[in-house]
């Protein structure tokens, strides 16, 4: 019985072709050099479309608000007067703008919300009335190095992006 077992294992072994018996450590070498050099290329590219998406959620959340103040402006007459003396988070404008007006659900946060926030300015006060004619929206952009605002004021250090009425 153990004889058979040295037969077969003889017939195995000369069923192979002679000088070839697997890989060399250089072909096993490059292919794993390609899988890594793929793998840091799909890395890289996940993280920036990551910030990219959330760039866009930013865009369409400043939208958003911006939307829901010309809503309140168009049934009130004027903006909000929140934030007015300058700068600050934009979830101060939940009272105005869901809980009285129904105007939006919700004052979207950050996609980091943790770490960055949307602001708000209200701007272009009217002496007589006490009522404030114009706004800044602004947030922090991760895919730009360079501030674009249409706000006459200066922006928070955190924001990279404004937009403003009128």
């Not at 608000?65 to 004027?78: F, N, P, V």
């Amino acid at each position: 019985m153990g004889y058979t077992v040295f037969i077969i294992y003889n017939n195995m072994k000369k069923s192979q072709p002679a000088g070839r018996q697997g890989f060399t450590l250089i072909e096993i070498l490059i292919a794993i050099a390609i899988i890594a050099i793929l793998t840091a290329i799909g890395i890289v590219s996940y993280g920036s479309v990551n910030r990219r998406a959330r760039d866009a959620k930013r865009f369409g959340d400043i939208e958003q608000i911006r939307s829901a103040l010309e809503m309140y402006r168009s049934d009130k007459g004027y903006y909000p007067a929140v934030n007015t003396s300058g700068f600050d988070s934009a979830a101060n404008l939940n009272d105005a703008l869901n809980t009285s007006g129904g105007y939006i659900p919700v004052i979207p946060a950050d996609p980091q919300n943790t770490v960055h926030s949307y602001y708000y300015a209200a701007s272009n006060l009217d002496g007589v009335s006490g009522n404030y004619y114009g706004y800044c929206l602004c947030s922090y952009l991760e895919t730009q190095e360079t501030t674009t605002s249409s706000c006459a004021d200066t922006l928070p250090a955190a924001c990279k992006y404004g937009v403003r009425n009128p």
